[in-house]
T-cell receptor, first 112, second 115 residues
Framework: QKEVEQDPGPLSVPEGAIVSLNCTYS??????FMWYRQYSRKGPELLMY????GNKEDGRFTAQVDKSSKYISLFIRDSQPSDSATYLCAMSGSSGYSTLTFGKGTMLLVSP | NAGVTQTPKFQVLKTGQSMTLQCAQDMNHNSMYWYRQDPGMGLRLIYY???????DKGEVPNGYNVSRLNKREFSLRLESAAPSQTSVYFCASSEVWQSSGNTIYFGEGSWLTVV
């Protein structure tokens, strides 16, 4: 079993739809959870960051972490064509030199 | 503010050739990283430098070497390129080590093809 599982998509939605992107993980030591957005032929950029369990909201984006289920989600409200990108989840523990573990990314396509 | 700058952006190599990917950051970050990204494999850490003067192997170091030239610059060298090293390479940096949720900033990527 991979440490982080993420459906590669593509996920196609119409403009204005609510989008749900998800990752599951197996390592209970993960404490920090991030979502990166990567446009085509660009580097990933940090979108959301959450520590431990709970929700975090930033504009149209909401990140949720359920550590009991080892499940994290990113919700995008009122999706726009400019949201079309690949979304990577990433997570790490808190000990010493633990490294980020990335999901493989979900490609999102928002059509006008 | 350029952030993380990588060169070259595109490169085609023949099997057995060597080359160096250059990376520089202007954010005064302590930690720097090299990742590769392959279809279906996601981002994988090749080497990292937690601080100036130190380097360590990541998940997939075989066939690569690195040099932390100074605080700003971190280069990745392929000594004898192989087709399996065809990939997109990303340099990244963070203010301090990436654990504890410290933000990693990525460069734009270097597309390398080995024929």
């Amino acid at each position: 079993q991979k440490e982080v599982e993420q459906d590669p998509g593509p996920l196609s939605v119409p403009e204005g739809a609510i989008v749900s992107l998800n990752c599951t993980y197996s390592n209970s030591a993960f404490q920090y959870f991030m979502w990166y957005r990567q446009y085509s032929r660009k580097g990933p950029e940090l979108l959301m960051y959450t520590y431990s369990s709970g929700n975090k909201e930033d504009g149209r984006f909401t990140a949720q972490v359920d550590k009991s289920s080892k499940y994290i989600s990113l919700f995008i409200r009122d999706s726009q064509p400019s949201d079309s990108a690949t979304y990577l989840c990433a997570m790490s523990g808190s000990s010493g030199y633990s490294t980020l573990t990335f999901g493989k990314g979900t490609m999102l396509l928002v059509s006008p | 503010n350029a952030g993380v700058t990588q060169t070259p952006k595109f490169q085609v190599l023949k099997t057995g050739q060597s080359m160096t990917l250059q990376c520089a950051q202007d954010m005064n970050h302590n930690s720097m990283y090299w990742y590769r990204q392959d279809p279906g494999m996601g981002l994988r850490l090749i080497y990292y430098s937690a601080s100036e003067g130190t380097t360590d192997k990541g998940e997939v170091p075989n066939g690569y070497n690195v040099s932390r030239l100074n605080k700003r610059e971190f280069s990745l060298r392929l000594e004898s390129a192989a087709p399996s090293q065809t990939s997109v390479y990303f340099c990244a940096s963070s203010e301090v080590w990436q654990s504890s949720g410290n933000t990693i900033y990525f460069g734009e990527g270097s597309w390398l093809t080995v024929v």
